[in-house]
Structures are given as structure tokens and as C-alpha cells.
């Protein structure tokens, strides 16, 4: 018997306690938080995906800055933007919503946004932080996903966790946390030999690779928690995730859907992180 790991509940229960404490801090010390989010062009599912954080702000209490651009926005244009909104004292996050048009170079972006504005966790300086272990803010898919998992009540120590893709924002972080939780972890990736036989050895899987049912029942062991971040959409125009959830399901002890799984766990610790920026105008 599987169980459904729901998102929408989870990502509530982190909603609420940001809202609940950004509320007494906002009663008690007066404290305000403001979160900037910046939108290259018009791809249709970022559109989707800022509008939720948007709504997300509203009902957490923090104020949003949004900042759609037209396609044609050059790359010094952004950087202007985003030295501006660095010292920009309502806004305590910046974000950036990836991917950028071509013309723009992600990295060069990422590097500008002040380190402690980075509520997406992206710059080299918060990245090597969670390599050691001393972060201030986790990359918000990653740390959504370990919400998850400990939603199910699932010990994470000494267990077999197989991470399949690799990407800076998704793949790399996500193995350190789990080792940081003391998983044995395994990442493979496109030019890794046998992905059945890596993936049916876990009893943590999480696909985050952006292929349409690429991990299928028979690549599962039975009773595994099963983490599908795939976010892919089909030319009927239905969400998919990496997983073959109906296959999957007959193996897996629990298992997240597509939508309503890691999608809205992303926003919440967005959330998170933006309210942990603002309380450390508190310590200055
Ligand atoms: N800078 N770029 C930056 N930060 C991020 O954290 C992201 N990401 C990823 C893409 N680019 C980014 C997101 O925001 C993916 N992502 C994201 C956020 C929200 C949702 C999905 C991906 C989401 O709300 N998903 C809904 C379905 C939405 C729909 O209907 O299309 C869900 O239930 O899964």
C-alpha cells in the first residue's frame, strides 16, 4: 500500500509558521519583509511559477517587487537592477527566475546578487556554505524535498539514498543534504550505466533529471519514498513528472505527485528563507 506525500499540506504547514511569526515580529520589533522577484521574457511556466510566489508573499504577509522584463533586456540592463535592488533596504531577497534568455549569462547574474539577498541559495559564497554545513539559506527545491521526507516520519541516517541528476540547483544540493543527514548517497546522471540497477538499491529516490517517466515501477524497491521534482510538460499540455507514477506506485511506501508534490514545497521554503533574510535586519 502506497501513501500519497502531499505537498499542498505540507507546504501550508510551512506557510503558516512564517506567516504566524512574521506577524509577532511584525507586532512586537515592527520587523517588514520584502522579497524581489525579477522575469526575463514571457516562458509561460516561469510566468506560472512567479505568480504562485507571488500569492505565496500575499498570503505570508511579505511584500513582493515584481519585475517583468521584456526578452530583450540586455544583461548590463539586469545587473542594474539587481545592484539597485542589493542595496535597496525593503528588499531582503532577490530572486532571479531561471531559466534567463540565451543572451544572458546565468552565472555572472547569480554572482551579483548580494550573498545575503540570496534567498534562492544560488551564489558560489551560499553554496559552499551547505558544502560545509553552515548555511543560512538552502537552495528552496532541496530543502522542500527533506521537508518531505520527514513529513513520511522516514529516517534518512544509514539509509540507501539515490539522487538521479545532477544540476546546481537541484541535483548537487540535494545529495549534500541528504549526507548531510547522514544518507549513503549515489547521483547518477546521463552517462550512468546501469540507472535500474542504481535506483532499485534505494530506499530514498529522487528524481530530478527533466525526462517524462523515466523512472518506472520496475526500476523500484519495494517500499521506498519515492521524491519525483521532474516538472515536464507533455504536448497535450499536462505536468508530468520523472516518474511513472502509476507503475511506481505499486512499489513505493510513499510517493509525491505531479503537480502538488515538490512544486508548492519550493515556494514555501522560498517563503522561509525570505523571513529568515528579514530577521537578520534584526541582529544589526
Ligand atoms: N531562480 N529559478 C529560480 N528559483 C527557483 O526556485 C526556480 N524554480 C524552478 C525553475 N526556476 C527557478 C522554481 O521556482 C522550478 N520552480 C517551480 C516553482 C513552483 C512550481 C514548480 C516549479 C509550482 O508551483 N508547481 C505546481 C504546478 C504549477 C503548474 O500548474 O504549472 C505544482 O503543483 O507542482
Redesign the pocket.
Known sequence: MYRIID??TVSQGVKDSVRDELTALKTEMGLTAGLAVIIVGDDP??K???R??KLACEYCGIESFEYALPERTTQDELLELINKLNSDPKVDGI?????LPEHIDEKVVINNISPAKDV?A?HPENVGQIMIGEYKYL???PAGVMELIASTGTEISGKECVVVGRSN??GKPMAMLLLHKSGTVTICHSKTKDLAEHCRRADILVAAVGVPNLIKGDMIKEGAVVIDVG?N?LDNGK?CGDVEFETAKEKASYIT????????M??AM?MKNTLTAAKSKLKQ
Open positions: 505537498g499542498k511556466a516561469s506560472v511559477y512567479v504562485n510566489k530572486l532571479c527566475q531561471l531559466p534562492d544560488f537552495p528552496c527545491t540547483i537541484v516538472m510538460r505536468l505527485p505531479v503537480p502538488g508534490g515538490v512544486g508548492p519550493t515556494i522560498l
